[in-house]
């Protein structure tokens, strides 16, 4: 059986090859394909609408797809045993909102048989100590979201598949919460982390870069920047796009 | 599925009921009062003594329905179905640790309505108290159950609550506390066959006038529990862990 042999895990946590999904009468994503390697952080970026959120789903196992295959950590996405090994923080918080921040993670501990001590951990690590006994309802916005991305973290995942966990956040938060990525990724965690806010594209080891259901390119920021010419990542994201457009004509 | 999972779940249910205290004021007042309500319209002992019971379990059977179906359609479009369906819960776990905490609180509604009913309002009871607590705790768990099945046929918060008169209405008219069934036109008795309601009504009947546990009590609850079930698969069985 697929025994997880720690020796030597496969050096790409998500492998995603011609993946299609059609969601209400759409194409929502076109035969993509790309790997994701273990132990780094990938951004995957692109406007509202374009495929990040069904891409997403269908990597955690959530998504009908209609065709392709999406691997994760060696095994095919949605596998029982990787209810353990995958953490998951959907766009909209996902967190009971009637009660409090400890008890919501109480309860998810539970569920992934998480040790106890961990919901202390990932409430310093998301920087919510001075709110563990608030009800989550009277959280804000980017409290709440911080709330869903710190039961994502509870079990220690080996894969972190965030949607868009820094909407709403100071800079200073923000600037924490990348630092808390790349310390995970440091000690072996993969990171997957959607955005449209191109300055956090600057912080991923590799960039994925989404429009119109397809992957425009999928490299690291600095060789994007060499292929295009441009120092902005903005700036980059509008070359490819034009790129795109010509090769297409 | 877990044991430990099933009963976290039941925990997490409580303490969203703890914090809300006006939900469960109103699950325990609402059928408090209509009871007393019902005493004094009726104001004949023997009506009351034949009406009451029956009530006592046609009320947690709908209370827990609706409370039941508005849950579980926070939680499917409150996105935290789609987290816990990524999470090594099965779907059991979810739907028996809705039944327990719902269980639990039925208890604490029979309780204090019974209460109420045999101190206050001079209900006259044949059989045993325990055994009418019992069928009215299955009661509740039939609409827990019942509730759970209907969430998955709900899109929205106002189409869950119209579900509850759909459900329940028509149950309540056939399942004799109006008419009794023996008396309908023979193709409304054979629908009533059919629903659960009938025997939970039945079974209250029989506590109410036999001082023992009598044959037909037992089949009644067996019937109920069986649906119970039945629901609780069926609801299984609409939980997704992949969406379109």
């Known amino acids: 059986m697929m025994n997880s042999?720690?020796?030597?895990?496969?050096?790409?946590?998500?492998?995603?090859?011609?993946?299609?999904?059609?969601?209400?009468?759409?194409?929502?994503?076109?035969g993509i394909g790309f790997d994701?390697?273990?132990?780094?952080?990938?951004?995957?970026?692109?406007?509202?609408?374009?495929?990040?959120?069904?891409?997403?789903?269908?990597?955690?196992?959530?998504?009908?797809?209609?065709?392709?295959?999406v691997t994760v950590l060696g095994r095919p996405a949605g596998h029982p045993e990787l209810r353990r090994l995958v953490g998951y923080a959907t766009q909209n918080p996902a967190v009971y909102t009637d009660i409090t921040v400890t008890e919501n993670l109480r309860y998810f501990a539970s569920v992934l048989g998480a040790p106890r001590g961990d919901v202390r951990r990932v409430i310093d690590e998301v920087g919510l100590g001075r709110h563990r006994d608030q009800v989550a309802a009277t959280l804000s916005g980017g409290q709440l979201s911080r709330l869903s991305l710190a039961v994502a973290l509870l079990g220690r995942p080996e894969l972190l598949v965030l949607d868009e966990p820094t909407v709403g956040l100071d800079p200073l938060l923000r600037q924490e919460l990348w630092e808390l990525f790349g310390e995970l990724a440091a000690g072996g965690t993969t990171l997957l982390v959607s955005s449209h806010v191109m300055d956090e594209a600057a912080r991923c080891r590799r960039l994925l870069l989404m429009r119109e259901g397809a992957i425009l390119a999928d490299d690291a920021p600095d060789a994007l920047r060499a292929r295009t010419g441009a120092d902005d990542l903005e700036e980059v994201f509008l070359r490819l796009i034009s790129q795109h457009v010509e090769a297409a004509s | 599925m877990s044991v430990g999972v099933t009963l976290a779940t039941t925990r997490r249910i409580l303490s969203q009921l703890r914090h809300d205290h006006r939900t469960v004021g109103l699950i325990v007042g609402v059928p408090s009062l209509l009871m007393i309500l019902l005493r004094y319209v009726l104001d004949q002992p023997g009506?009351?003594?034949?009406?009451?019971?029956?009530?006592?379990?046609?009320?947690?059977?709908?209370?827990?329905?609706?409370?039941?179906?508005?849950?579980?359609?926070?939680?499917?479009?409150?996105?935290?179905?789609?987290?816990?369906?990524?999470?090594?819960?099965?779907?059991?776990?979810?739907?028996?640790?809705?039944?327990?905490a719902f269980g639990l609180v039925s208890l604490l509604q029979v309780g204090v309505v019974l209460a109420l009913s045999l101190t206050w309002l001079d209900l006259d009871l044949a059989g045993p108290v325990g055994v009418l607590v019992a069928a009215a705790v299955l009661c509740a768990l039939l609409g827990v159950a019942l509730g759970l099945l209907a969430s998955a046929f709900a899109r929205t918060e106002f189409q869950a609550v119209q579900l509850m008169p759909a459900f329940v209405l028509p149950q309540a008219l056939l399942c004799g506390l109006f008419v009794p069934r023996d008396q309908m036109a023979g193709w409304l008795e054979a629908i009533s066959a059919?629903?659960?309601?009938?025997?939970?009504?039945?079974?209250?009947q029989q506590v109410t006038q036999e001082s023992g546990v009598t044959g037909t009590l037992l089949a009644d609850i067996a019937v109920i529990a069986g649906c119970t079930l039945l629901a609780l698969g069926l609801g299984a069985a609409t939980l997704r862990r992949r969406t379109p």
């Open chain 1, 5 to 30: 042999t720690a020796a030597d895990p496969p050096p790409t946590a998500v492998s995603v090859r011609d993946l299609r999904v059609r969601r209400g009468g759409r194409d929502v994503l076109r």
């Open chain 1, 36 to 69: 994701v390697p273990r132990g780094s952080v990938v951004g995957l970026l692109g406007p509202s609408g374009c495929g990040k959120t069904t891409l997403i789903r269908a990597i955690v196992g959530v998504q009908i797809v209609r065709g392709g295959t």
């Open chain 2, 47 to 100: 009506m009351f003594d034949r009406v009451g019971p029956m009530l006592l379990g046609v009320f947690p059977l709908i209370i827990m329905f609706v409370v039941t179906s508005v849950g579980t359609l926070r939680e499917r479009s409150g996105g935290t179905l789609e987290r816990l369906m990524t999470m090594p819960l099965g779907k059991l776990d979810l739907l028996l640790g809705y039944a327990l």
């Open chain 2, 194 to 204: 059919v629903l659960p309601l009938s025997y939970a009504v039945e079974a209250m």
